[in-house]
């Protein structure tokens, strides 16, 4: 008998939340590619490996461990994906949202998202940190598609405000305090895992990418879906394909990934207690 999207992720809620030692996560911290040094800063840590988790699955990807943290930042508590999967490593789109949809069901209303990406934009140069302040799907489905479960959210939810603009205003306002720059622009996913050509770059840019990468999109749809608020943010770790004569290499980027994600850990860490409050 085939088990309901709704009734797995109830599943996996009642084991997290039986695992989290009396915690009750407000927070959800998705990491990307070479960006688990928000970890590091986190305190009373329980940690629970996907495989543990019923109905969640791991990565194959290397920079994705496949662990679930929960515990405290700043005086919050939170629960931190250390890794993510991904539509391309052949997961179903319910496999690469279940997580989303069990952390609504902990409760958990505020989502932070971070990956790593290919600047798109000339001002992007890797290293840098981009804000999403809207997307483009281009991955070729939506992790709605199929019957809605109105305990999740509408048919038909509205993505005007995908990126919720109060969280963008806080992300600026830290990134001052601490003196990193974080750029603004619109993120590109596609399915991957081949990274796009010249051609499509060229595409990419003419049609408002500022970056381009094979992630998040499909947990931002899935967040709004549930009424969750989302600040997101992209790490460039590479020039996108034919705006330099540079090759792309995954272990490349899984280093400028952590090194840049340095300043995007600091960010966030100072982050979370503040968007708790909007």
Do not use: W
Not at 31 to 59: C, M, N, Q, R
Not at 215 to 229: D, F, Q, Y
Not at 235 to 246: L, Y
């Amino acid at each position: 008998m085939t088990i309901s999207i709704y009734d797995q992720a109830a599943e996996a809620a009642r084991y997290i939340a039986a695992a989290s030692q009396g915690r009750t996560p407000r927070v959800a911290v998705v990491l990307g590619s070479g960006l688990g040094g928000v970890a590091e800063t986190l305190k009373d840590g329980v940690e629970i490996p996907y495989s543990e988790i019923p109905h969640f699955v791991s990565s194959t990807v290397q920079g994705h461990e496949g662990k679930l943290l929960i515990g405290s930042i700043g005086g919050v508590d939170v629960a931190l994906m250390k890794g993510r999967v991904h539509f391309y490593e052949g997961y179903s789109m319910d496999q690469v949202t279940l997580p989303i949809r069990v952390f609504n069901l902990l409760g958990i209303t505020s989502l932070i998202l971070t990956n790593a990406a290919g600047g798109a934009a000339p001002h992007l140069a890797p290293g840098s940190l981009m804000a999403i302040t809207d997307h483009i799907n281009l991955m070729g489905d939506n992790p709605l598609r199929g019957p809605n479960d109105e305990r999740f959210g509408p048919r038909f939810p509205d993505m005007t405000a995908a990126y919720t603009p109060s969280y963008l205003e806080a992300a600026h306002a830290v990134a001052r305090e601490i003196d990193v720059v974080l750029f603004e622009g619109v993120y590109m996913a596609l399915r991957g895992p081949s990274y796009e050509t010249p051609a499509e770059i060229r595409m990419m840019r003419k049609l408002g990418a500022d970056a381009v990468g094979m992630s998040t999109v499909p947990e931002v749809i899935v967040a709004r879906h549930c009424g969750m608020k989302v600040l997101a943010v992209s790490c460039i770790t590479n020039i996108a394909a034919g705006m330099s004569s540079a090759q792309i290499d995954h272990s490349e980027v899984m280093v400028v990934g952590e090194r840049a994600g340095k300043q995007l850990s600091e960010l966030i860490v100072r982050l979370i207690p503040k968007i708790v409050t909007l």
